[in-house]
């Protein structure tokens, strides 16, 4: 999977444009030191713009989105600060017979005080006369607090297109922190290897990033009930990751891994380090063209070997 990047906030930091907003916003959390907030349920703004959303209520949503200086959006058609136009968007999805919106929280990023970044996954459905369809769509959303109020104040929306049907198991809610602070990795491999010398078992590196919805199939898919064990009894699993795919690249260089053929993509390790096998040709890259039967061998073929 390629990352969807959150939008624009540097472009806006560059251009002068949030300056005042990001004072006044850092003042308010110095003073309130507010509860973080890492998964949607606990973000109500995003809870509200779903459900004007799901009503096609046009003002309830524009009433969320930043108007001095006007929200800036980057959209299929190209980038825009029309106040109007992200509203007009999602409100018209309900006329257009829209029966099921889900939100699916990817990463969540305080980018600093006040502001709140959101890498999102919308899935929708339909009920059209010739039956329901369904879509997704990927965006991601910048958020800032005002004077007690969070507006947004940044997003990115791709096209929608057919939500492809997967074989492997998906996340009903995704853990937004799957994937650790990138200068967490050589740590958590060092501690998964040291837990691999007692126990004999091996290491999966899965890199990738909390950006990546695919990462986070293949996460659920390691923790399915029919999958879990043969990871548990023969694996340790470290989550390596790379960023905006600028990041751990001595790891990915060390381990194999050509970035450019997408994420996750796996290494594994024996215990003593060495690298046993690593995915060369993205083929875990899209979990839409994998099944069950495709992780289970990749994971038999490459279980430690035991006994004699």
Avoid at 209 to 231: E, K, M
């Amino acid at each position: 999977m390629k990352n969807l990047c959150l939008p624009f906030y540097l472009v806006l930091i560059f251009c002068g444009c949030l300056a005042p907003l990001l004072r006044a916003a850092e003042q308010q959390a110095n003073v309130e030191k507010t509860v973080e907030e890492t998964a949607a349920s606990a973000f109500e703004p995003l809870d509200r713009w779903k459900a004007a959303v799901v009503s096609g209520d046009k003002s309830a949503l524009a009433d969320l989105y930043m108007k001095t200086p006007p929200a800036l959006a980057k959209t299929p058609q190209g980038q825009t600060q029309d106040p109007a136009e992200e509203p007009a968007y999602w409100s018209s999805l309900r006329s257009g017979g829209l029966s099921r919106f889900d939100v699916k929280v990817l990463e969540v990023k305080n980018l600093q005080p006040g502001v709140k970044g959101f890498v999102l996954r919308y899935e929708l459905k339909f009920q059209t006369p010739a039956g329901e369809k369904s879509g997704v769509i990927s965006g991601s959303q910048v958020w800032v607090q005002k004077l007690g109020d969070w507006r947004i104040v940044s997003t990115q929306r791709s096209a929608l297109a057919e939500n492809a049907p997967r074989r492997l198991p998906e996340p009903a809610k995704p853990n937004a922190q799957l994937y650790h602070d990138p200068s967490e990795a050589p740590g958590d491999i060092a501690a998964a290897l040291g837990a691999a010398s007692k126990d004999r078992k091996r290491v999966i590196l899965v890199f990738g990033g909390n950006w990546c919805y695919d990462c986070h199939v293949l996460d659920a898919t390691f923790h399915s009930r029919q999958i879990a064990p043969l990871v548990d009894e023969n694996y340790h699993v470290v989550h390596v990751n790379v960023g905006d795919y600028d990041r751990n690249l001595d790891l990915s260089k060390k381990y194999e891994i050509p970035l450019e053929k997408g994420v996750p993509s796996l290494a594994i390790l024996d215990p003593d380090g060495k690298l046993v096998v690593s995915q060369k040709k993205g083929e875990f890259e899209s979990t839409t063209r994998i099944g069950p039967e495709d992780v289970v061998d990749f994971l038999k073929k490459w279980k430690p070997q035991r006994g004699g």
